[in-house]
């Protein structure tokens, strides 16, 4: 799978909004773009996933790069529940396959501040 | 949404002997259910991918007979930490799919299993 590269941590204050980036210059065209968070001591949970459009949904919105080598995960008003590690993974699904597995890198720290 | 549920959620054993942890998909059926480890303060490492009525595939470096896998029905994958020694204590954790889903359905992950093994 390509790679992602993501900022080690990142701050933002309570209820404005929050926006994490991903850069992944060695994607492919049929690479899907998603972006999973984990809070401390929690299985990771899914948020959101794109190949091509900006994408929302209840939780964030996912605005890709024209030329999808970035991609920025937006959430609208941060919350202090917000405050986990958010992983940007790249999954290539051909045609036909039945399932696939996800490999995290490190992700990016998002604290929360009140 | 969908639920994945593991059981025990945290467990303490002596060094030598054999832990279970279970990862049941609660409203899904899954014919494939990933297992990962988590070291403090890392992210998480897949060691092996579970298939319903058939060997588990291993990740490399992971010891499948220290690690055994077993998936016998599309909603329950076991994952049996044998002869447990200390560098085993991690945070485990198993995901699936809804094989319904289609091909690029969200993964569900479980709450995790922490593991200390004295």
């Known amino acids: 799978d390509a790679k992602t590269t993501q900022p080690n941590s990142m701050e933002s204050n309570e209820e404005e909004p929050v926006h994490l980036p991903c850069n992944h210059s060695?994607?492919?065209?049929?690479?899907?773009i998603h972006w999973y968070r984990q809070l401390p001591s929690q299985g990771p949970e899914y948020v959101i996933h794109g190949l091509t459009s900006n994408v929302n949904n209840r939780m964030a919105s996912l605005a890709i790069a024209e030329d999808r080598k970035s991609s920025t995960l937006i959430l609208h008003r941060a919350t202090l529940r917000d405050a986990a590690v958010y992983y940007c993974?790249?999954?290539?699904?051909?045609?036909?396959?039945?399932?696939?597995?996800?490999?995290f890198g490190k992700g990016t720290k998002l604290s929360v501040i009140p | 949404g969908a639920v994945v549920s593991q059981h025990p959620s945290w467990v303490i054993c002596k060094s030598g002997t054999s832990v279970k942890i279970e990862c049941r998909s609660l409203d899904f059926q899954a014919t494939t259910m990933f297992w990962y480890r988590q070291f403090p303060k890392q992210s998480l490492m897949l060691m092996a991918t579970?298939?319903?009525?058939?060997?588990?595939?291993?990740e490399q470096g992971v010891e499948k007979d220290k690690f055994l896998i077993n998936h016998a029905s599309l909603t329950l994958s076991t994952l049996t930490v044998t002869s447990a020694h200390p560098e085993d204590s991690s945070f485990y954790i198993c995901?699936?799919?809804?094989?319904?889903?289609?091909?690029?359905?969200?993964?569900?992950f479980g709450e995790g299993s922490r593991l200390t093994v004295l």
């Open positions: 993974i790249l999954r290539d699904v051909p045609p036909g396959a039945g399932s696939y597995q996800l490999t």
């Open positions: 579970s298939n319903e009525g058939s060997k588990a595939t291993y």
């Open positions: 995901s699936a799919r809804d094989r319904l889903a289609g091909g690029v359905g969200e993964l569900f």
């Open positions: 060695t994607i492919s065209g049929t690479d899907y």
